[in-house]
């Protein structure tokens, strides 16, 4: 085994280097679950194959540490297996798995933290010195999912790929976690409510506002980047206050300062035409004089014209499920829709 390759435990795992005695029992961990994700046939798995692969590990370990393998050890058997292979001079990409009858104890979710602090260690302490490292998953294998949250990596976003450039010939896309040495302990409250953020859902929110003149018409635009009429605003940007988005995009589109008062109307949107779903706050605009449309100075790359419309119009110039949207907030009947109904 390398001289400099350390051992590592936390008292119920053990990452140690491999040894030769520890093929057999590599090879007959193998099975199915280990082939789906990894993208090769259990049979390709013999005693040869691995021998040849852990004198590649070892190899590459001598070479600058470009990658490392443990072994995963418990109550002195091996039950899996965990490694590092670097990505430019502070990065690396991880990877792990367990042997079949071993899942379902917390064996990797242990190997992981402790490969990632060994991982962020200065070098001169025994470490690799990192800065970040990160994993790679198929968003269909929840287990491994599990286990990136569990020892404390953070999802960061989905790399989209083509089929034939992952792991598996039918991937299409990973999940990408990681971790930073700069990111808190974690058994800082901090790291626990930054992971839960990392994977909780996040929702779209849309501001719009409902400007009306004395006899009641809405004031709606005719945009650029689509055909239908829309009533003014946008998306709130992350971390800004809906009211507050609303006034802005007004300002922006229409030159109009405007401070919108209550909430009309919250609707939600289903998933629609490549837009994921979303939730629209409709805010009130007032009662507007109709030549405050001599004021507006429109923003060109989006807006092409906007008017007061009776809801007739309305019905006429928007997409049904905006005349249902603008229709639900003008009669203030109901505090919720979802696509206006």
């Known amino acids: 085994m390398p001289d400099d390759q350390p051992t590592l435990t936390d008292g119920t795992v ?10 057999e029992a590599a090879v007959a961990g193998h099975d199915d679950e280990m082939a789906l994700w990894f993208g090769w046939e259990p049979h390709d798995v013999t005693l040869e194959s691995h021998r040849r692969a852990i004198q590649d590990w070892r190899d590459d370990f001598a070479a600058d540490r470009r990658r490392t393998s443990f072994v995963i050890e418990h109550e002195g058997a091996p039950v899996g297996s965990v490694e590092a292979t670097r990505q430019g001079k502070l990065g690396a990409s991880l990877s792990w798995t367990l042997y079949a009858g071993q899942r379902g104890h917390g064996f990797a979710a242990r190997a992981v933290r402790i490969l990632v602090d060994w991982a962020f260690t200065d070098v001169d302490q025994g470490g690799l010195g990192l800065q ?3 994993a790679r998953i198929d968003p269909r294998n929840d287990a491994s999912r599990r286990v990136a949250t569990r020892a404390g990596l953070r999802l960061e976003g989905v790399q989209r790929v083509t089929p034939g450039m992952g792991d598996r010939p039918d991937a299409t896309s990973y999940a990408v976690y990681a971790r930073l040495v700069s990111d808190p302990p974690l058994s800082d409250p901090e790291s626990f409510r930054s992971l839960l953020n990392s994977f909780l859902p996040r929702k779209r929110a849309i501001s719009q506002m409902l400007v009306r003149d004395p006899e009641g018409r809405v004031l709606l635009c005719q945009l650029t980047y689509k055909r239908d009429w829309d009533l003014p605003g946008g998306v709130v940007e992350v ?6 988005a609303v006034q802005r995009e007004v300002e922006e589109e229409l030159g109009l300062d405007i401070e919108p008062t209550g909430l009309l109307l919250t609707d939600w949107l289903p998933a629609w035409g490549g837009w994921d779903d979303a939730v629209c706050l409709v805010f009130d605009g007032g009662t507007r004089p109709a030549d405050v449309l001599d004021e507006v100075v429109k923003q060109e790359r989006e807006i092409r014209d906007a008017r007061f419309c009776t809801l007739e119009e309305v019905d006429e110039l928007a997409a049904d499920f905006t005349a249902r949207r603008v229709r639900a907030a003008v009669g203030g009947n109901q505090p919720y829709t979802e696509s206006g109904r």
């Open 239 to 244: 971390g800004e206050s809906p009211r507050l």
């Open 132 to 134: 970040r490292v990160e």
């Open 14 to 23: 053990t990452l140690r280097p491999w040894r030769d005695d520890d093929v």
